[in-house]
């Protein structure tokens, strides 16, 4: 059986090849690596030029791949591996609840049908043909982490070790003690080689490289996260007794303990000069008295009141949103942080005459793709999603101008948003500059999720590992986060205050002069 497609390498970037081969050669007691790579540069194009070199090297004995990755990344997949791997069987485990039940059926035979359909499933039967050895060509197969445990079951069940396994979006897997966590740990303890991809590694502070880490190599690492965290980072005492990890304490060794294991390089760095200019642009927005307020008063409020305040400042910035999309008067992208500002600001564009759709996260996946899909062809000028819903593998780059009518408490998220539209991701001949256009309020709440935000950014920044325009991001807002005395000027009490105070010295200095 011939795994390699003829002249393979000439369909990958030589960078792509690099990754490949890094990604390959595994170094003693470790079981993955995990690729770090700017949004945009093709990390499941160098995760496939892997699989193929080692074909290509004899390292994989099972013409078996096993993927996973998000629901909304799988045709993703699919659509690189055609592209990419001429001949590669691609199987997918299908919809999580493909069978229903038959008016015409009883429970019973309800029952047995699902559970026919189960263990007859197509991927069930891939996976029982490489443990026998008649798969005839190569195959990859890849769903959404829903599908990682029921997959390990079957491979446990057959007593077979894979040879390669894929976890794309790696990030998701920060959490230790979360059952999608745990089953990877699995799958990887029961595999040769595996290659974890993310352009995010680090989602809210520096220490989620933890699990990362240990899913790698968990005989370099201890397992116990706070264990490892004193090796590099303050452990401090919450409310006297609730420990928590706080900041940095020793970057360098951060940095050379995890370069074996976890590494990637920008877009820029990857692509140089072939990438236009990405701005950033900030639009204040006036918000009414009850809302403004010093930062420092601001930051002294609990978070559930802040959250509040952040909600009713949205709804100030819809007429700026407006405003952007009738002056661009071109194909935008708008996000915001929540389900019904979303759908409240769509509706207001499309009443306004900008013609608008909306994604969401109560969509279905494949009725949010549809959604998507409609707007690349030219449908509606807008494109209008919430940031948890539309920030990973969607393509939006009909647009070259996005807009943020809100901040997000996560850094990450921000990225990933704004790398929908990235350079990195237009075709190469079709390339062109973007704009991302923040809307921020005058001596609102903005203030102090800017701050948290810059932190965040500030501490993953230097680390050893590459965030996609994280120092940019954090150079744009840090700003925000300076103009707390400017601020304070517009509190109307600090204003009449500071209005008397000046008044009296004024009286006084007259005074001591005989003019009064």
């Known amino acids: 059986m011939s795994a390699l497609p003829p002249n393979w390498r000439d369909a990958f970037r030589g960078y792509q090849l690099e990754d490949a081969e890094w990604l390959t050669s595994l170094p003693p007691n470790t079981r993955a690596r995990c690729l770090t790579n700017g949004l945009g540069t093709g990390k499941t194009s160098s995760a496939l030029a892997s699989t193929l070199l080692a074909f290509e090297r004899d390292l994989i004995e099972q013409p078996l791949v096993v993927g996973f990755t998000t629901a909304s990344s799988v045709h993703d997949w699919r659509r690189e591996a055609e592209k990419r791997w001429p001949g590669l069987r691609f199987v997918m485990p299908g919809v999580k609840k493909s069978v229903t039940k038959r008016k015409s059926e009883s429970a019973e035979e309800f029952e047995r049908r699902k559970q026919d359909a189960h263990d007859n499933a197509e991927w069930r039967q891939l996976i029982r043909d490489a443990a026998s050895g008649k798969l005839d060509r190569p195959a990859l197969l890849i769903g959404d982490y829903y599908w990682t445990e029921q997959i390990l079951d079957l491979v446990i069940d057959l007593g077979i070790l894979l040879d390669k396994a894929l976890f794309d979006e790696a990030h998701l897997l920060k959490k230790a003690s979360s059952g999608r966590a745990r089953s990877v740990r699995s799958v990887i303890a029961r595999t040769r080689n595996?290659?974890?991809?993310?352009?995010?590694?680090?989602?809210?502070?520096?220490?989620?490289?933890h699990n990362l880490l240990t899913l790698c190599a968990p005989s370099a690492f201890p397992a116990n996260a706070f264990t490892w965290a004193r090796n590099y980072f303050h452990i401090k005492?919450?409310?006297?007794?609730?420990?928590?990890?706080?900041?940095?304490?020793?970057?360098?060794?951060?940095?050379?303990?995890?370069?074996?294991?976890?590494?990637?390089?920008?877009?820029?760095?990857?692509?140089?000069?072939?990438?236009?200019?990405?701005?950033?642009?900030?639009?204040?927005?006036?918000?009414?008295?009850?809302?403004?307020?010093?930062?420092?008063?601001?930051?002294?409020?609990?978070?559930?009141?802040?959250?509040?305040?952040?909600?009713?400042?949205?709804?100030?910035?819809?007429?700026?949103?407006?405003?952007?999309?009738?002056?661009?008067?071109?194909?935008?992208?708008?996000?915001?942080y929540r389900r019904e500002d979303a759908t409240k600001l769509a509706a207001f564009l499309n009443k306004n005459g900008v013609p608008s759709l909306l994604a969401t996260g109560d969509l279905t996946n494949t009725a949010r793709d549809k959604v998507i899909e409609r707007w690349k062809l030219g449908e509606g000028m807008a494109l209008v999603c919430t940031m948890d819903a539309v920030r990973e593998s969607a393509t939006l780059t009909r647009a070259d101008l996005m807009v943020f009518v809100d901040l997000h408490w996560l850094p990450t998220v921000l990225l990933q948003c704004q790398g929908r539209i990235d350079p990195a991701r237009q075709p190469a001949d079709q390339r062109r500059p973007v704009l991302y256009v923040y809307l921020v309020t005058k001596g609102g709440p903005d203030e102090v999720v800017a701050e948290?935000?810059?932190?965040?950014?500030?501490?993953?920044?230097?680390?050893?590992?590459?965030?996609?325009?994280?120092?940019?991001?954090?150079?744009?807002?840090?700003?925000?986060?300076?103009?707390?005395?400017?601020?304070?000027?517009?509190?109307?009490?600090?204003?009449?205050?500071?209005?008397?105070?000046?008044?009296?010295?004024?009286?006084?200095?007259l005074a001591d002069l005989g003019m009064l």
């Open 452 to 509: 948290v935000v810059v932190e965040k950014l500030r501490e993953a920044s230097g680390v050893g590992v590459k965030t996609e325009g994280g120092d940019r991001l954090a150079d744009f807002l840090a700003p925000l986060d300076s103009r707390k005395e400017v601020q304070k000027a517009l509190d109307p009490q600090e204003v009449m205050a500071s209005l008397v105070d000046r008044l009296n010295a004024r009286a006084n200095r």
């Open 194 to 209: 595996t290659t974890m991809l993310t352009g995010t590694p680090v989602h809210n502070r520096a220490h989620d490289l």
């Open 237 to 336: 005492l919450k409310d006297g007794n609730y420990p928590y990890i706080a900041d940095l304490k020793d970057k360098p060794r951060l940095i050379e303990d995890i370069k074996p294991f976890v590494a990637g390089r920008t877009a820029a760095e990857l692509m140089g000069d072939d990438l236009p200019a990405r701005t950033f642009q900030l639009k204040l927005v006036d918000v009414p008295g009850t809302v403004r307020m010093s930062p420092a008063k601001m930051r002294a409020k609990k978070s559930e009141e802040v959250d509040a305040l952040l909600r009713e400042t949205v709804r100030h910035k819809f007429e700026a949103a407006l405003e952007v999309a009738r002056d661009a008067d071109k194909p935008l992208v708008l996000y915001t």
